[in-house]
């Protein structure tokens, strides 16, 4: 029996069982890289834990959590993305439970691949902390903080319960971000990092206390200016790019203004630079000399994601690794990567003070690589 037709038994409660079983039979005698065709299925899956029919929609939660435990590394980019789904505020509350004990299981088993997806799961998992059911609520929560936890910055790991606390409630907010104002950044601040502070920063610009949006600027305008490679920048592009906008018109205090729009300014320099991109990685394999022969879509795919993540996180050294289940010859793989870095390298800025001689509207302390952020009453 096929994959695509075990999966089709779910559709009739009658042969759902049958299916999921006769599934995990199928992943469990495949092979690593065969596996990484089987992963298109499940959004089915997870779709199954949501089953009236209790059998059916354990099987389905073991069969998932299965899924995820058994990755390859630097597998996020392309495994996670068929999650989305299943994390959706409409989904059903037993979906969304599993889809964040599996977020929360991922996290702790590959940190680093998951430091790459951070920006679209904690948006995700922000709504659903506020979600009606309380099992989701906590479950979000957990996976929350696990996912919090891979942005790899040493500086945010006490201000977890911080960013946790402004998610939970809205009338956290003005105080959580009090306390992130304290926070002291001694590393460089990289994509992440950005990501995990983003709900947060999200809140306290739709705050109607311009105070607290006066803090949400200082806390953006200087982690521009910490930021080495402006492509790390992706996650102040959408949604805070157009609130700190929508601040510069809507503040009335002129020193609080002054601020939105400084942070606007830096937010606007990094922007030019763009994202990171996906490379073609047919063509950069063909290059470095790896064989892309018999492979399938899905797995080109599962290999242009892995390529990717290694870009963004400045590893092509860990190329072996990533791709040890296709065989690839590891220094040929580390080639193909560096070569993918390359091809979307950017220029390091460097900020500077554009109103040094105005009157210094933020009594925080710059030192190289050391930003106190702490912010006047």
């Known amino acids: 029996m096929s994959a695509a037709d075990c999966i089709a038994k779910l559709g009739d409660k009658k042969t759902a069982l049958e299916g999921i079983q006769a599934f995990e039979t199928l992943f469990a005698a495949a092979d690593a890289k065969a596996r990484i065709s089987l992963y298109s299925f499940v959004p089915q899956v997870m779709e199954a834990c949501g089953s009236k029919e209790k059998p059916v929609s354990q099987a389905a939660r073991a069969l998932a959590s299965l899924m995820y435990a058994e990755c390859p590394p630097w597998s996020g980019g392309y495994v996670l993305r068929f999650l989305k789904d299943s994390l959706s505020a409409k989904g059903k509350p037993e979906v969304k439970s599993v889809a964040c004990d599996i977020l929360a299981a991922f996290a702790k088993q590959y940190p680093e691949s998951m430091a790459l997806e951070i920006e679209w799961c904690t948006h995700s998992l922000s709504i659903l902390m506020n979600d009606i059911k309380k099992e989701v609520c906590a479950k979000a929560k957990t996976a929350m903080v696990n996912v919090s936890q891979c942005s790899g910055n040493k500086d945010l790991e006490k201000f977890t319960g911080t960013i946790i606390k402004a998610q939970e409630s809205a009338k956290n907010v003005t105080e959580c971000v009090e306390e992130l104002a304290g ?183 710059f030192l190289p690589r050391l930003w106190y952020c702490h912010s006047p009453s």
């Open 183 to 365: 926070c002291i950044f001694v590393q460089n601040v990289e994509a992440p990092a950005l990501a995990v502070i983003a709900p947060v920063l999200v809140r306290g610009l739709n705050e109607r206390t311009e105070t607290t949006k006066r803090r949400c600027c200082v806390i953006i305008d200087n982690m521009c200016k910490l930021i080495d490679d402006p492509r790390e920048g992706t996650p102040l592009m959408a949604e805070i790019r157009s609130l700190v906008f929508k601040s510069t018109e809507s503040i009335s205090d002129p020193d609080a203004r002054e601020l939105a729009v400084k942070a606007n300014n830096s937010i606007s320099k990094i922007a030019e630079s763009g994202p990171y991109v996906e490379q073609d990685f047919k063509t950069f394999a063909a290059n470095a000399q790896v064989s892309c022969d018999g492979l399938s879509d899905e797995q080109i795919s599962f290999c242009s994601k892995a390529a990717y993540q290694l870009v963004k996180a400045k590893k092509p050294t860990r190329a072996g690794e990533a791709f040890k289940i296709f065989g690839f010859d590891a220094k040929a793989v580390e080639s193909m990567v560096t070569a993918m870095a390359n091809q979307d390298a950017v220029e390091e800025e460097e900020f500077f003070d554009d109103d040094a001689a105005s009157p210094d509207l933020y009594k925080g302390s």
